[in-house]
């Protein structure tokens, strides 16, 4: 073993001087184009540009210096292929190391004893700070001895579950294997769903497709990537992940955390939630919108002094005009105003013209009385002139329309009654109103929501948003909108200015052979946000990313696949989980079902058939729950057979004495690997309390801290975790829940090497084949 990693080491040793030289030449390179002058306008654009191709560069090489070097292929024809982090060539563009992406790579993950390849032996490689610290080969080929000393090392694969916990996800690029394998490299066209049990590595594929479809499809990785996961503390375990693939394009959320600035932090009934959940509901908020839009009757105005009648027909005819648009809501607004004061100015036209017509009238009378008077007596004259006072001002010609209409507009009795008519909206106030307004909801939902859905909906006005209101407010700003008219005019007076200062610029520097347009000089000049991709992303509601994973996807509700749906337009997708594990009340049950609620996406669905990570002693002790799901239902496979076996043991009335002594037992267990006590929801506080006085510093709540000596969650929590050890406290209240098979069948699948089952008061059915532990 000590010579074989001595071997590697100096293998090792060499690509690592690569690394660095390839470092430090884009370094050098990166601030002498930094130095070079900028003689001419276009000199500026194209070091720009040369600057952000060298600091990508950097980065990538940056991303590779944890385990570049991670796997070796010895074969049969006596060449050796390493494989790792990132592809490198020598100075004279020799191969030294292959990217785990590329073809090339690909035996690494498939190559099995029954296939047909030229694969002699398979080499795991473990670094820690440039330094190989073990090794672990594999023999695929039994008929021909493998170069050196044999074998070495138990299997990388076995090695890397049967390591403690850390509370980070654990990078297994490395130990990725052909079933896996096989997926990844799927191609990027469509959705793919990824079914697989517990323990089959549902996360870290999705993950890795992600990084390898980046690797193969640059136009996604201009759009980034988007990863959503149950809980914040799901997405810190997997925080490392991608950038230690070299992506750091990758936005992480949850899917109540998709609309910026909103934050879910308000508890409401399960039947609330139900009916939030409903695809119904998004029909519900589009009629809450288009019930503020026009008005079913005449509306009367008053405009300097006169009384104007907006009839009913004529308001549904500019509501109809504005619909056709095709804008969202307050866009769609302005063709709106515009056809109401075109009408308005007609009729305001039409009265002037009356009173000019009136007044010309009157006038002709007036002269003709004054012709009579002058004569009977022409010394009346001043008499009748005085009395011809008729006065007529303020009436428009056709060709002041214009000014006409620009006033109409800018009284405040008009502008009220458009407002009025077609209010400019935002999600937080349509939202509110629809459910805490009874005839708000009552109008929308007419015949889309029967009584009892409307009395679950409505509630009293209080601050604050619900998991389930997140898809609502999703749903009114897409049918709202932003008018940003206003904000594009700004910029195009900016633009302006830019374009004449560059000409102004261009022409001083003729003489200097200036030779780059003003459009292009005037870019230089444009305000940019120079922020990281992933950053602006999550900034902005509306951006369209170039993949999306969804994992433990089986919880997302009907109207939370519409808010993850239209964030990735071009369909590209990694769905992964499992719909036995579903716990929300209105998640996934059926893959199938879920694709024919988008016929026009193309779904492909895979499955993941072995459990790596869970032992077969605590699979089997799951077996039951899983077969009282769905009798349907096959497990998956084990890897693994060792492991304790999973105890049961009843609290004798006595909950929180008996699991004091049990998580006290089960920390000394597993030494420095990972604890966590599963509960029901409505005793975790209490539960909770009891275990951080047995392990000070033990964790619980939404601020989850996974490396805390133990950490104390509910199934819901628990989804996408893994620990060494779990006690599942109170498995009865877990199951008098909505979904409380599920939920169980989560509780008792997240330990990789110890299950404990603590009851309090009678063993449920379902659990009646564990092993009573009488400790």
């Known amino acids: 073993?000590?010579?074989?990693?001595?071997?590697?080491?100096?293998?090792?040793?060499?690509?690592?001087?690569?690394?660095?030289?390839?470092?430090?030449?884009?370094?050098?390179?990166?601030?002498?184009?930094?130095?070079?002058?900028?003689?001419?306008?276009?000199?500026?654009?194209?070091?720009?540009?040369?600057?952000?191709?060298?600091?990508?560069?950097?980065?990538?090489?940056?991303?590779?210096?944890?385990?570049?070097?991670?796997?070796?292929?010895?074969?049969?024809?006596?060449?050796?292929?390493?494989?790792?982090?990132?592809?490198?060539?020598?100075a004279e563009l020799d191969t030294l190391l292959v990217d785990w992406r590329a073809p090339a790579a690909a035996d690494f993950y498939r190559a099995t004893p029954a296939g047909r390849t030229d694969v002699v032996r398979r080499r795991h490689l473990r670094t820690r700070a440039r330094r190989v610290v073990s090794i672990n080969d594999e023999l695929l080929d039994t008929t021909v001895e493998a170069e050196g000393s044999g074998l070495v090392g138990e299997g990388a694969l076995i090695e890397a579950l049967t390591a403690e916990r850390s509370g980070r996800m654990n990078d297994i690029v490395a130990t990725l294997q052909a079933e896996q394998d096989r997926i990844i490299r799927s191609p990027a066209e469509g959705t793919l769903v990824v079914q697989g049990g517990p323990g089959t590595g549902k996360t870290a594929v999705a993950l890795h497709r992600t990084a390898y479809l980046l690797y193969g499809h640059p136009r996604l990785a201009e759009r980034g990537v988007l990863v959503l996961g149950p809980t914040s503390a799901f997405l810190d375990y997997i925080a490392d992940v991608l950038p230690s693939l070299g992506e750091n394009q990758a936005v992480l959320a949850t899917v109540d955390g998709l609309v910026p600035g909103l934050l879910a932090d308000r508890s409401e009934p399960i039947a609330a939630a139900a009916v939030k959940a409903l695809p119904v509901m998004a029909d519900v908020v589009g009629a809450a919108v288009r019930a503020r839009q026009g008005s079913g009757h005449d509306v009367r105005l008053v405009y300097q002094g006169d009384e104007y009648v907006l009839t009913a027909r004529t308001i549904g005819a500019a509501v109809e005009r504005a619909r056709r648009t095709g804008y969202p809501h307050n866009v769609a607004r302005r063709t709106f105003r515009s056809e109401v004061l075109d009408h308005l100015l007609t009729q305001v036209l039409a009265r002037e013209r009356q009173l000019y017509d009136d007044a010309d009238r009157g006038f002709e009378a007036e002269i003709a009385g004054v012709d009579a008077a002058l004569r009977r007596s022409p010394d009346q004259l001043p008499a009748a002139m005085a009395g011809a006072g008729t006065e007529v001002t303020g009436l428009a010609a056709r060709h002041e329309a214009p000014r006409v209409r620009r006033e109409l507009a800018a009284d405040p009795h008009v502008a009220a009654a458009l407002e009025a008519l077609w209010p400019t909206l935002d999600p937080q106030t349509l939202v509110t109103e629809l459910l805490t307004g009874g005839a708000r909801l009552a109008e929308a939902g007419a015949g889309l929501l029967d009584d009892d859905h409307r009395r679950a909906l409505l509630r009293a006005p209080r601050p604050g948003w619900s998991s389930g209101d997140i898809p609502l407010l999703d749903e009114a700003a897409e049918l709202l909108g932003e008018d940003e008219?206003?904000?594009?005019?700004?910029q195009r007076r900016r633009r302006g200015a830019d374009l004449r200062h560059a000409r102004q610029v261009i022409a001083a520097a003729e003489g200097a052979g200036g030779g780059v347009s003003a459009e292009e000089l005037a870019d230089r000049f444009a305000e940019r946000d120079t922020r990281p991709l992933a950053?602006?992303?999550?900034?902005?509601?509306?951006?369209?990313?170039?993949?999306?994973?969804?994992?433990?996807?089986?919880?997302?509700?009907?109207?939370?696949?519409?808010?993850?749906?239209?964030?990735?337009?071009?369909?590209?997708?990694?769905?992964?989980?499992?719909?036995?594990?579903?716990?929300?009340?209105?998640?996934?049950?059926?893959?199938?079902?879920?694709?024919?609620?988008?016929?026009?996406?193309?779904?492909?669905?895979?499955?993941?058939?072995?459990?790596?990570?869970?032992?077969?002693?605590?699979?089997?002790?799951?077996?039951?729950?899983?077969?009282?799901?769905?009798?349907?239902?096959?497990?998956?496979?084990?890897?693994?057979?060792?492991?304790?076996?999973?105890?049961?043991?009843?609290?004798?009335?006595?909950?929180?004495?008996?699991?004091?002594?049990?998580?006290?037992?089960?920390?000394?267990?597993?030494?420095?690997?990972?604890?966590?006590?599963?509960?029901?929801?409505?005793?975790?506080?209490?539960?909770?309390?009891?275990?951080?006085?047995?392990?000070?510093?033990?964790?619980?709540?939404?601020?989850?801290?996974?490396?805390?000596?133990?950490?104390?969650?509910?199934?819901?929590?628990?989804?996408?975790?893994?620990?060494?050890?779990?006690?599942?406290?109170?498995?009865?209240?877990?199951?008098?829940g909505p979904r409380g098979l599920n939920a169980l069948y989560v509780a008792m699948t997240r330990p990789t090497r110890r299950l404990g089952v603590l009851c309090d008061g009678p063993v449920p059915a379902v659990l009646a084949g564990l092993a009573t532990d009488r400790g």
């Open 1 to 90: 073993m000590d010579e074989q990693i001595r071997i590697e080491q100096t293998v090792v040793d060499r690509l690592y001087v690569r690394l660095d030289a390839l470092r430090g030449g884009v370094e050098e390179e990166l601030s002498r184009v930094r130095r070079e002058p900028a003689s001419r306008p276009g000199d500026l654009l194209d070091r720009d540009a040369r600057v952000a191709r060298l600091q990508d560069r950097l980065t990538s090489l940056a991303s590779a210096e944890e385990s570049l070097c991670f796997g070796r292929l010895d074969r049969r024809d006596g060449t050796t292929t390493y494989v790792g982090r990132i592809g490198l060539r020598s």
């Open 485 to 490: 008219s206003a904000g594009l005019e700004q």
């Open 535 to 736: 950053e602006r992303a999550a900034d902005d509601r509306s951006w369209a990313y170039g993949h999306v994973i969804v994992d433990e996807a089986q919880e997302l509700t009907a109207m939370q696949w519409r808010m993850v749906l239209r964030r990735v337009p071009s369909g590209s997708m990694t769905v992964v989980g499992d719909v036995h594990q579903t716990v929300s009340v209105a998640g996934t049950t059926s893959w199938e079902a879920l694709a024919r609620t988008q016929p026009s996406r193309r779904w492909v669905r895979e499955e993941l058939t072995i459990s790596y990570r869970t032992p077969g002693a605590l699979m089997t002790a799951a077996d039951a729950v899983l077969h009282a799901l769905d009798p349907a239902a096959s497990p998956p496979r084990c890897a693994r057979a060792d492991g304790a076996q999973p105890w049961l043991r009843s609290s004798r009335g006595d909950l929180t004495g008996a699991l004091t002594d049990a998580v006290v037992a089960e920390r000394r267990a597993v030494g420095a690997g990972t604890l966590a006590v599963i509960a029901p929801g409505e005793r975790l506080a209490e539960i909770a309390m009891a275990v951080t006085i047995a392990l000070p510093g033990a964790s619980f709540g939404p601020d989850l801290d996974l490396a805390a000596p133990c950490v104390v969650i509910t199934p819901a929590q628990a989804k996408g975790l893994e620990f060494d050890a779990v006690v599942v406290a109170d498995p009865g209240t877990i199951l008098s």
